[in-house]
C-alpha cells in the first residue's frame, strides 16, 4: 500500500517562502502523476500544481501560478512545491496527492500540512 507523507508547512509571513515536500513510500511500480492541492477552512478542496511521472510537464492553477514550482526526484520517492512570493489567501491544509491507477484520477493522498501566511 503506498502512503504520503507532507512536510514542511509552517507559519510564514507575507512575501515569504515555504518548500513542502511529499515522499511516497510503500510498493509502488509505477504511477501516472503527482500534485498538490490545498484546503482553507470552510472552502472546499482546490487544486494546486502537478507534475507527470516522467519528462517535465507540470501544470498549475491560476491562483499560484508565477509563484509556486512544483518539482520531483523519482530517486528519492519525493515531490515539492516551492512556494514563493505567498500571500494571506495561500493559507491552508496542502495535500499531496498521486494518480496512481487511472490517469486524471486522484486516488491516495497524504494526511496534509498546514500553511498559515500571515500579513
Known amino acids: 500500500q503506498v502512503q504520503l507523507v507532507e512536510s514542511g508547512g509552517g507559519l510564514v509571513q507575507a512575501g515569504g517562502s515555504l518548500r513542502l515536500s511529499c515522499v511516497r513510500s510503500?510498493?509502488?511500480?509505477?504511477?501516472?502523476?503527482m500534485g498538490w492541492f490545498r484546503q482553507a477552512d470552510g472552502k472546499e478542496r482546490e487544486f494546486v500544481a502537478g507534475?507527470?511521472?516522467?519528462?517535465?510537464?507540470?501544470w498549475y492553477s491560476n491562483a499560484v501560478e508565477g509563484r509556486f514550482t512544483v518539482s520531483r526526484d523519482n530517486a528519492k520517492n519525493a515531490m515539492y512545491l516551492q512556494m514563493n512570493s505567498l500571500k494571506p489567501e495561500d493559507t491552508a491544509v496542502y495535500y499531496c496527492?498521486?494518480?496512481?491507477?487511472?490517469?486524471?484520477?486522484?486516488?491516495?493522498w497524504g494526511q496534509g500540512t498546514q500553511v498559515t501566511v500571515s500579513l
Open positions: 510503500g510498493l509502488t511500480f509505477s504511477y501516472y502523476a
Open positions: 496527492a498521486m494518480q496512481s491507477r487511472v490517469p486524471r484520477n486522484w486516488d491516495t
Open positions: 507534475i507527470l511521472s516522467a519528462g517535465s510537464n507540470t
